[in-house]
């Protein structure tokens, strides 16, 4: 039973260099959200999508961009790496919305991105 | 706009005494409060959440929490800790049933530690 897969793990990045996370989940949900963790601080939103080729912006989406062709897949693109990158991401995906009774959003391992 | 506090970045407790993390939010109109767990190199969670009707929710492995109009605030509470509860926690609110980006919002976190 995989849910949320998230690649790559870990991986460094130089400064201007562009990399793609992906993610995919296997239980047909519609909404995938793409957060970020930086150190002693909780999540934020960065991109989400409620279906294939809807997506949306969250509360911290400079400097990223999504895409959502399939359902089960919600890559996240990184354009000119910054230092201020530097993060682990997070995957995530609901069958509903989060206020939907009984809802729960399911999140991948995480990717800790390092730009130097 | 919606915000979290999470009091105490860091708390010990031996093993078999009272949990208690507490968390406090500011929205401006009914929340909907959750609870996430996040064990190390793994993602979020939920342990519990609270959207409409009884104030005291209860959770996974034995974990509740109550929410409490008068005092803002979604406390974290378990009678007795075990090593295995050993863990960051995140509170989250979301503010709007008709919020369309789904957008919960964390708190720092709190790192529980249980000593022997």
């Known amino acids: 039973n995989a849910g949320v897969t998230q690649t790559p793990k870990f991986r460094i990045l130089k400064i201007g260099q562009s990399m793609t996370l992906q993610c995919t989940q296997d239980?047909?949900?519609?909404?995938m959200y793409w957060y970020r963790q930086d150190p002693g601080m909780g999540l934020k939103l960065i991109y989400y999508?409620?279906?294939?080729?809807?997506?949306d912006k969250g509360e911290v989406p400079n400097g990223y961009n999504v895409s959502r062709s399939t359902t089960e897949d919600f890559p996240l693109r990184l354009e000119l790496a910054a230092p201020s990158q530097t993060s682990v991401y997070f995957c995530?995906?609901?069958?509903?919305?989060?206020?939907?009774?009984?809802?729960?959003?399911?999140f991948g391992e995480g990717s800790w991105l390092t730009v130097v | 706009a919606q915000s979290v506090t999470q009091l105490g970045s860091h708390v010990s407790v031996s093993e078999g005494a009272l949990v208690l993390l507490r968390c406090n939010y500011s929205?401006?109109?009914?929340?909907?409060l959750f609870w996430y767990v996040q064990y190390p190199n793994q993602g979020l969670q939920l342990l519990l959440k609270?959207?409409?009707?009884?104030?005291l929710v209860k959770g996974i492995n034995g974990f509740e929490a109550e929410f409490k109009k008068s005092e803002t605030s979604f406390h974290l509470t378990k009678p007795s800790a075990h090593m295995s509860d050993a863990a960051e926690y995140f509170c989250?609110?979301?503010?709007?049933?008709?919020?369309?980006?789904?957008?919960?919002?964390f708190g720092g976190g709190t790192r529980l530690m249980v000593k022997p």
């Open positions: 929205s401006s109109v009914p929340p909907y």
């Open positions: 609270y959207t409409t009707g009884a104030t």
């Open positions: 999508s409620v279906g294939a080729g809807i997506t």
């Open positions: 995530a995906s609901s069958a509903k919305g989060v206020h939907s009774s009984g809802n729960t959003i399911y």
């Open positions: 989250a609110v979301s503010d709007s049933p008709n919020n369309a980006g789904n957008m919960l919002t």
């Open positions: 239980m047909n949900h519609n909404y």
